[in-house]
């Protein structure tokens, strides 16, 4: 059972920079696609990054779009979402999700209905 915790949220000022982690155990994270979600409060939870289990494929929101990036560290079990420039539109509980169904594909899947395994959420708040 592939268990996912994420760490690395907190507050920052606008234009200040996050890495966001997500570890998981009881599994390996490479066998997985990788996808990073947000939810605001009072707004339906959405799509930020996500990575292919293959890792050749990338996808961003438009809003994030050369800001953050995701990578998954085989080698240490451990998926990121390295955030920068962030803005008070950033705020949010983030949560990294992994599906097995993508395995060997280049592809990932864009919405949270395409994950089946979640962790609990990380706040990161910008503010001035």
């Known amino acids: 059972q592939l268990l996912l915790v994420e760490s690395g949220g907190g507050s920052v000022q606008p234009g200040g920079s996050l890495r966001l982690s997500c570890s998981a155990s009881?599994?390996?994270?490479?066998?997985?696609?990788v996808g990073w979600f947000r939810q605001a409060p009072g707004k339906e939870r959405e799509g930020v990054a996500c990575?292919?289990?293959?890792?050749?494929?990338?996808y961003y929101a438009d809003s994030v779009e050369g800001r953050f990036t995701v990578f998954n560290d085989r080698g240490r079990n451990i998926a990121t979402l390295q955030m920068n420039n962030l803005n008070f539109e950033d705020t949010a509980v983030y949560f990294c999700?992994?599906?097995?169904?993508?395995?060997?594909?280049?592809?990932?899947?864009?919405?949270?209905?395409?994950?089946?395994?979640w962790g609990q959420g990380t706040q990161v708040t910008v503010s001035s």
């Open positions: 999700a992994a599906d097995g169904d993508f395995t060997g594909l280049r592809t990932c899947g864009r919405g949270p209905e395409d994950y089946e395994k």
């Open positions: 009881g599994g390996k994270l490479m066998d997985y696609a």
């Open positions: 990575i292919s289990q293959t890792q050749s494929y990338e």
